[in-house]
């Protein structure tokens, strides 16, 4: 089966650095996503890691590795804006290569 | 123009009532999904079509069923709902040829089952 698990909520502050740690298990790994969802909005795409590593992108970084079952997602220069949540997702090949969403950590930016 | 758009936004219906949310998508991908999502629970898949002949139940399929009528179109119902079904429903898309599998979800409809 799938498990994923993140820290429910965070607070940071404008300007800082927060890292979002995320674990999964999973009997097919391919693939682990981050989006950031607006309270009552649609999520929206972040980030993609397959391969173990970091992958940058502006003020956001993903990091992921697959023998720790271990990805993060690491956001620089806080701002406002960035208080959202942020959803950790796991593609998984057995059964149909779909995708399972952890339930999200609410990041609070404070001034 | 929204790439993916859902229809309604908000309804409200009783129990016992059936219910249709309907989704349709201008981007042209062949996969379709339907997510619910619960305060601390996140998104769960409800179905999924990756191509118009193809349905495929998710997590939490009992209570609903789908309908692709065609590539842009992926409609969900509830046949009687009830009032645990209340809650807000995404459908989103993703294109075959992605080897991301990026999906793009729609603003969602917010149900409420009295």
């Known amino acids: 089966g799938q498990n994923i698990d993140q820290p429910t909520e965070m607070t940071a502050t404008e300007g800082a650095i927060v890292q979002i740690n995320c674990t999964y298990q999973?009997?097919?790994?391919?693939?682990l996503f981050w989006y950031q969802q607006h309270a009552g909005e649609a999520p929206t795409f972040l980030s993609y890691?397959?391969?173990?590593g970091l992958e940058e992108k502006g003020r956001f970084s993903s990091f992921l590795s697959r023998s720790k079952g271990y990805s993060y997602l690491l956001l620089k220069e806080l701002q406002m804006k960035d208080s959202a949540s942020y959803l950790c997702?796991?593609?998984?090949?057995?059964?149909?290569?779909?995708?399972?969403f952890g339930a999200g950590t609410r990041l609070f930016v404070k001034a | 123009d929204a790439d993916v758009t859902q229809t309604p936004r908000n309804r409200i219906t009783k129990t016992g009532k059936r219910i249709m949310l309907e989704c349709s998508q201008t981007?042209?991908?062949?996969?379709m999904y339907w997510y619910r999502q619960d305060p601390g629970l996140g998104l769960r898949l409800i179905y999924y079509?990756?191509?118009?002949?193809?349905?495929n139940k998710g997590e939490i399929s009992d209570g609903y069923s789908v309908s692709r009528q065609a590539q842009a179109k992926f409609s969900l119902s509830l046949e009687s709902a009830i009032p645990n079904q209340t809650a807000l429903y995404f459908c989103?898309?993703?294109?075959?040829?992605?080897?991301?599998?990026?999906?793009?979800f729609g603003p969602g409809t917010r149900l409420t089952v009295l």
């Open positions: 079509s990756f191509d118009v002949k193809d349905i």
């Open positions: 997702a796991v593609r998984d090949s057995s059964g149909g290569f779909k995708t399972i």
């Open positions: 981007k042209g991908h062949d996969r």
């Open positions: 890691n397959v391969l173990d």
């Open positions: 989103a898309t993703s294109d075959l040829e992605d080897p991301t599998n990026e999906q793009f």
């Open positions: 999973t009997s097919g790994f391919n693939g």
